[in-house]
């Protein structure tokens, strides 16, 4: 098995990828949507941490995270969310992707990835270029053409706080694909 390596600071800011098991589209349903909510909602009560940036995808979700100033802990956080998410789903009657063998054997349920993705924040740069690519990802995924037609993320919040300009990758209505540059 592989040793996973993260780098842990206390206080620090992080941008994290947590995948469902399968890439299932679990967030497409409102139901998963509301209770991913609440398990967030809850584990910040137990587990402060400051929410910056968020989007919801389908099959995963991207998130920018500052920790408390003597906290490290955001495997506890993502462990504690994961779990409790599983439990509210399942209960639900919400799917879960077949399991094999060996993850019956390790108690695994097949609602999200075994792992998550994170990445330290290391400067004003790094943290911008992280809190862009949060907010215009559905747009990359091809779900929507704007960042403002995605309900789900924290674009609305900063756009409306003047952060970003009205029209931030908005691509002209004239402008049709493959014609840049004529």
């Known amino acids: 098995m592989s040793k996973y390596r993260r780098y842990f600071i206390r206080g620090g800011s992080f941008f994290f990828t947590v995948v469902t098991e399968g890439r299932a589209p679990l967030f497409e349903q409102e139901e998963a949507r509301s209770l991913l909510g609440s398990v ?3 584990c910040r009560r ?8 968020l989007v919801l995808l ?8 500052s920790l408390p100033p003597t906290d490290e802990d955001y495997s506890l956080r993502w462990n504690w969310i994961k779990s409790q998410f599983t439990r509210a789903w399942t209960a639900w009657n919400g799917r879960e992707q077949r ?6 054997r390790e108690r695994r349920r097949g609602v999200w990835q075994r792992r998550f993705w994170e990445h330290m924040i290391r400067d004003e740069a790094d ?3 992280h809190f862009d690519y949060i907010h215009y990802n559905p747009v990359k995924h091809g779900y929507v053409t704007s960042p403002h037609d995605w309900p789900w993320s924290t674009f609305h919040k900063y756009l409306a706080r003047g952060h970003y300009p009205a029209n931030w ?3 002209p209505s004239t402008e049709l694909p493959g014609n840049a540059g004529e």
């Open 40 to 42: 967030m909602r809850e």
């Open 46 to 53: 137990r587990f402060p941490f400051r929410p910056v940036a």
């Open 58 to 65: 389908p099959d995963h979700l991207h998130a920018l995270w």
């Open 99 to 104: 399991r094999n063998p060996v993850r019956q």
């Open 127 to 129: 943290l911008e270029a």
């Open 169 to 171: 990758a908005k691509a």
